[in-house]
């Protein structure tokens, strides 16, 4: 459930993050050398050689096919798998396309680079340069955010985690997946259930993972070692993938992923494939494109140009509208379907679900952008009446109650711990603390009481950006440092936050824990979770501190009570 700033994009798109050379000469040259072009790095992949760029000692292939692409009859149909390429030799050095999303998501510049298509089932890989034959490295294999309705690969540049593993010893080889949002890859309804094509964006995913265990070796990773990973909407992909088929990850007898990292979201209850608002949905876009008079308004939708689809999607309200997080594309459960039968939480309770070592961590204002569109919201009446639009099947008394446990008080709202600062309008930190726990932080709190047990699991609270803004430590900060971005909104805090995530993220990568190897004196042992001993490693602008994960210990309780009516 990613939001991205103009300046964020910006920052992505518009050109690579310089690194220094990995592989330096032990001694000077005497002479002046005679350099040599340097050629380009190739991988042959089904019989198809892909010529890559070389820059500032990474290795990148961009835009590598996973999948047939999903056009024609193939629209709105589950991902087929590739055999083979049309050509012997193809150039994987452009930007690729990505897949259809919101008007109003990519500035005008990054539109002239992220074009947006169909053709968009692609994959990139980033690798260090020069690496001898045998090579397998460990695979960090990232899946975006952006509120199932926008994302990009060209927005993650996998450089600086690299060159951090490089600089550490022990290199990895990150790939990230484009796959369908929005209408072309997460839309409902009971003609979508009908026709077994529901939750596309997670098949394409899934088939993505498929096609790194068959050909990540030419590249130099590891089908045995890959680490699922991803932010926001990417992060509750990396968590349902481990529900997926009842938490069998098996492909052709081995692991698809024998890790995960989930950041900013994991476990979102979510109502049928054919409920009321997903059919709603479904029947405003069929109605938009001129289909509703069809016998078979699916097929209908296949007949229809791109630019129709993907008009008619853009005329719902989403995750950038007032209506915020009541997110109109997202993984829906389909009873008839075993790939994703029922809500999240019921296949946790059920023990459905795959047993593996898991990163899982929150932002401390995780609701702060998600709130600033609602400034008509003065008094608890209209807020308990704006958490209908959030939770539909809600009933009036438990939203009230929702709302009641918070106190109406700025003071005890998000941004938190900045005392009575950063009302931007009355019910702005009463609704950002509510939308972040019910969606994002006490949701990481559930997920991790009922899997604990059965898997080693570390957590986190960043909280880097505390008393920075309005905005706290938003959604989307731990990103920001992942992937060295520039920021929301700048800050005072010094190098420690984005060293401890680049660390733990390349030791977990490589040894399915993120104590194994660090990157500096200053990065602390980190215990596991337990339900005995819920620590959280708390990562604050300056230092690196162990927390218990009990606070607001009232509203978790209430918000888990109420699962299934705060569904989304």
């Not at 089904?46 to 000692?57: A, K, M, R």
Request: hydrophobic share 35%; proline share 7%.
């Amino acid at each position: 459930m990613r939001v991205f700033n103009l300046a964020i994009v910006a920052s992505l798109v518009t050109g690579s993050l310089a690194l220094d050379a990995y592989y330096k000469p032990h001694h000077k040259p005497h002479h002046k050398p005679h350099h040599k072009p340097q050629e380009k790095p190739s991988v042959t992949v089904l019989n198809t050689e892909f010529v890559g760029n070389l820059s500032d000692g990474i290795e990148s292939f961009y835009g590598v096919p996973y999948a047939q692409p999903p056009v024609g009859p193939l629209r709105l149909r589950r991902p087929q798998p590739i055999n083979g390429y049309a050509s012997r030799t193809m150039q994987a050095t452009a930007t690729p396309t990505a897949c259809a999303q919101l008007d109003n998501f990519f500035p005008p510049d990054a539109k002239k680079i992220a074009l947006q298509g169909e053709d968009c089932l692609t994959v990139n890989i980033q690798r260090p340069a020069n690496l001898p034959s045998s090579a397998r490295l460990p695979v960090l294999f990232w899946i975006y955010g952006g509120g199932f309705d926008t994302g990009a690969t060209v927005l993650y540049n996998g450089a600086v985690l690299i060159k951090k593993s490089v600089e550490m010893g022990h290199p990895i080889l990150f790939v990230a997946i484009n796959y369908r949002v929005g209408a072309f890859g997460f839309l409902a309804g009971k003609e979508v259930q009908a026709q077994g094509v529901s939750n596309l964006g997670l098949y394409d995913q899934r088939l993505g993972m498929q096609w790194v265990q068959d050909n990540i070796a030419a590249f130099g990773g590891d089908p045995e070692k890959v680490t699922i990973s991803g932010e926001s909407a990417g992060g509750v992909s990396v968590f349902d993938h481990t529900l997926i088929n009842g938490g069998d990850n098996l492909y052709n007898g081995q692991p698809l992923f024998h890790g995960a990292i989930i950041s900013s979201n994991s476990l979102v209850p979510a109502d049928r494939v054919n409920d009321t608002q997903a059919q709603g949905i479904y029947d405003t876009v069929v109605r938009e494109v001129n289909c509703t008079s069809s016998s078979n308004t699916l097929d209908c939708l296949r007949t229809v140009s791109f630019e129709q689809i993907r008009a008619a999607a853009n005329t719902i309200p989403n995750i950038l509208t007032y209506k915020s997080l009541a997110l109109p594309f997202l993984p829906r459960p389909d009873p008839t379907d075993n790939f994703f039968p029922v809500s999240p939480e019921l296949a946790l309770q059920a023990g459905n679900y795959t047993r593996l070592p898991i990163i899982s961590g929150s932002e401390e204002d995780e609701g702060t952008l998600f709130s600033e569109k609602q400034n008509n919201l003065t008094t608890t009446a209209q807020l308990v009446d704006y958490m209908q639009i959030i939770f539909q099947q809600s009933s009036q008394s438990v939203r009230q109650g929702l709302v009641d446990s918070y106190a109406d008080n700025t003071t005890d709202g998000s941004p938190f711990g900045t005392g009575a600062k950063f009302s931007v309008y009355p019910q702005y930190k009463r609704l950002a603390a509510i939308l972040g726990d019910t969606i994002f932080i006490m949701r990481r709190r559930e997920h991790l009481s009922m899997v604990a047990d059965t898997s080693p699991v570390w957590s986190y609270l960043d909280t880097h950006r505390q008393g920075d803004s309005s905005s706290g430590t938003y959604h989307t900060s731990d990103v920001e440092l992942l992937f060295n971005v520039t920021p929301h909104i700048n800050g005072s805090f010094g190098p420690l936050p984005g060293e401890t995530f680049l660390s733990f993220y390349v030791s977990f990568t490589n040894y399915l824990d993120p104590n194994a190897i660090k990157s500096s004196e200053q990065l602390i042992q980190w215990p596991r979770y337990t339900k005995q001993y819920p620590v959280l490693l708390n990562m604050s602008a300056s230092s690196n501190t162990l927390i218990q994960d009990d606070f607001r210990a009232s509203n978790a309780k209430y918000i888990s009570d109420h699962s299934s009516e705060f569904r989304l």
